[in-house]
């Protein structure tokens, strides 16, 4: 167990909905990183909050949004979903808005889109 | 019909064998490198790591070489295992406005054959 609890683990869904997928990261880490993994793309960075603010974003689509709660708990919400968004999707934490030392990477949630 | 993915490289090697990754990262800003490794199922899992001020890094069983000339990077597993079998991803992280953002290579897959 690395510490970052991702649910659900697995989700299906259909073309044109809307999912939540929430991450609570490591005790006493204050930044959150979502990131989609797919056969096609690998493994990208969509965006990181910091203490409860957007710190950074990568190439996260407009259907796509995040927030990060004031007990650091962080949702991935993905609407209009298509079958190209089926993918796993994890987040990750670290102490600090830095890469410093690595971060640590939950177990993933998988969502496949019908 | 034809699945479409990335055609990751492989790797594979006799349980005993020293394992050579090898990794070239595009970013000539990045000062900071990551290695993961990947199981099926898995978040990625850190291994090691290394900043742009040194060239070569140890830890237990493994070593990171850092060639800043060539943006090329590798990673030594000595004694490879079975239990080494997995995909291995280098990161790199720009730092400053990039914040904790790291980009993944593509990842090479191990697999050791006992």
């Known amino acids: 167990d690395s510490g970052v609890t991702q649910t659900p683990k697995h989700l299906i869904t259909a073309t044109g909905q809307r999912v939540t997928l929430r991450c609570s990261p490591r005790?006493?880490?204050?930044?959150v990183y979502w990131y989609q993994q797919s056969l096609d793309q690998g493994l990208q960075f969509l965006i990181q909050?910091?203490?409860?603010?957007?710190?950074a974003k990568g190439n996260i689509l407009e259907r796509f949004s995040a927030q990060q709660f004031p007990d650091l708990h962080s949702e991935l919400n993905l609407s209009s979903l298509e079958l190209g968004d089926s993918a796993l999707y994890f987040c990750?934490?670290?102490?600090?808005?830095?890469?410093?030392?690595?971060?640590?990477f939950g177990s993933g949630t998988r969502l496949t889109v019908v | 019909g034809e699945s479409v993915g990335l055609h990751l490289p492989t790797l594979s090697v006799q349980e005993g064998d020293n394992s050579i990754i090898n990794c070239a990262y595009s970013n000539s800003a990045s000062d900071y490198f990551i290695w993961y490794k990947q199981e099926s199922g898995k978040g990625p899992q850190f291994i090691i790591d290394i900043r742009s001020n040194m060239d070569k890094r140890q830890g237990q069983r493994v070593t990171v070489l850092l060639n800043k000339t060539v943006k090329h990077l590798s990673l030594q597993i000595a004694a490879t295992q079975p239990g080494d079998s997995a995909v291995y991803f280098c990161a790199e992280n720009a730092g400053g406005t990039s914040y904790g953002k790291l980009t993944f290579g593509q990842g090479t897959i191990l697999t050791v054959h006992p």
């Open positions: 909050y910091y203490n409860g603010e957007e710190r």
């Open positions: 990750a934490s670290s102490v600090d808005g830095g890469a410093n030392y690595g971060y640590t």
């Open positions: 005790s006493g880490d204050l930044s």
